[in-house]
């Protein structure tokens, strides 16, 4: 739907129709000012491409953090708008996933709502508004878990279940509960 396919409401039920449509794409979220400001100075190199898959091999295979960036560009709305779904890691663990690999299986769950629903409402609701914003951690002396459980403090994304601090955690939970 664009702003010049905004439906006009001429009657009653043009308005339970469009409330009913713009309901689909309700999300509660936190933007705290406060939280932002809690966290060190990470020294992060972001780059970042449109989620879809003729970028898959533009990630490089390396381990790092990224974030689900939702936005969309039209040349009307501001450059760099938009809110931070879902912030990852990758190749802190023993295991041989990389920021491609990662990216790849979030193509794959674009397909499959039931192992975990809110990362799966992203992935579908924003199809064509998605980027995916990755930084590279080559230092092996740095714990790519902690980084993204400080970026999951101060950003506090909508996607995340059990991803922040175990100080910030329960706080999470009561605050949806």
């Not at 950003?155 to 175990?166: I, N």
Request: proline residues 4%; hydrophobic residues 35%.
């Amino acid at each position: 739907m664009t702003v010049h396919d905004f439906p006009s409401i001429q009657q009653k039920d043009d308005f339970s129709e469009l409330v009913n449509k713009l309901c689909a794409y309700k999300f509660s979220f936190i933007l705290s000012s406060e939280q932002w400001r809690s966290i060190d100075t990470l020294p992060l190199n972001w780059e970042e491409v449109k989620f879809i898959e003729n970028n898959k091999d533009i990630i490089p295979e390396k381990r790092g953090v990224y974030v689900f960036i939702v936005r969309h560009e039209n040349g009307f709305f501001p450059d760099r708008h938009g809110y931070i779904f879902y912030v990852g890691e990758t190749g802190n663990k023993k295991e041989h996933r990389n920021l491609r690999k990662r990216y790849a299986e979030y193509l794959k769950e674009a397909e499959c709502f039931k192992k975990r629903p809110k990362v799966y409402r992203m992935l579908s609701s924003f199809k064509n508004d998605l980027y995916f914003s990755y930084a590279v951690i080559d230092d092996l002396s740095i714990d790519t878990t902690d980084i993204e459980s400080r970026l999951c403090d101060a950003l506090l994304p909508w996607a995340v279940s059990d991803d922040f601090s175990a100080e910030v955690r329960p706080v999470i939970k009561a605050v949806w509960s």
